[in-house]
């Protein structure tokens, strides 16, 4: 399952994504395991951000911030670059234990963005958040 984000990252500043875990009647659960990865479309691993574990619960915050959201020198000059987390975990279900799930959320990245650095005020205001959920079997 890919998820696309409405709202834009800005470089260097912070992003927030809630990913919520709910079973198929829209119950919340908590996995037994959460990890995730920050990468480009292409795959290439952004900031070490490879197999980041978090603490299992019905939701988690992913909290990208500086270095998470710069762009590469091998992107080049683009306006918008694209980012993905991958967030992989597992579950016990009627089904099983330990079923696998993975979901990958998609945004975009804004490179030298100009209103966040108007002010500095603004620009420490700048927090985005998101929300996702994933549902599982």
């Given at each position: 399952?890919?998820?696309?984000l409405s709202?834009?990252?800005f470089?260097?500043s912070?992003?927030?994504?809630?990913?919520?875990?709910e079973?198929?009647?829209?119950?919340?659960?908590?996995p037994?395991?959460?990890?995730?990865?920050?990468?480009?479309?292409?795959?290439?691993?952004?900031?070490e951000?490879?197999?980041?574990?978090?603490?299992?619960?019905?939701?988690?915050?992913?909290v990208?911030?500086?270095?998470?959201?710069r762009?590469l020198?091998?992107?080049g000059?683009?306006?918008i670059v694209k980012?993905?987390?991958?967030?992989?975990?597992?579950?016990n279900?009627?089904?099983?234990?330990?079923?696998?799930l993975?979901?990958?959320?998609?945004?975009?990245?804004?490179?030298?963005?100009?209103?966040?650095?108007?002010?500095?005020?603004?620009y420490?205001?700048?927090?985005?958040?998101?929300?996702?959920?994933l549902?599982?079997?």
């Open positions: 399952m890919t998820t696309k709202l834009k990252a470089e260097r912070t992003y927030v994504i809630t990913v919520a875990f079973d198929d009647n829209g119950t919340a659960v908590t037994n395991k959460v990890s995730w990865d920050l990468s480009t479309l292409g795959g290439t691993i952004i900031n951000r490879s197999n980041v574990t978090e603490t299992p619960a019905e939701s988690v915050d992913i990208l911030t500086g270095s998470d959201l762009t020198a091998s992107e000059n683009k306006h980012r993905l987390v991958t967030v992989r975990g597992s579950y279900s009627d089904a099983g234990s330990d079923l696998e993975s979901a990958d959320v998609k945004f975009d990245l804004e490179t030298n963005p100009v209103i966040p650095y108007l002010t500095i005020n603004v420490e205001a700048v927090t985005i958040s998101e929300s996702i959920s549902s599982v079997d």
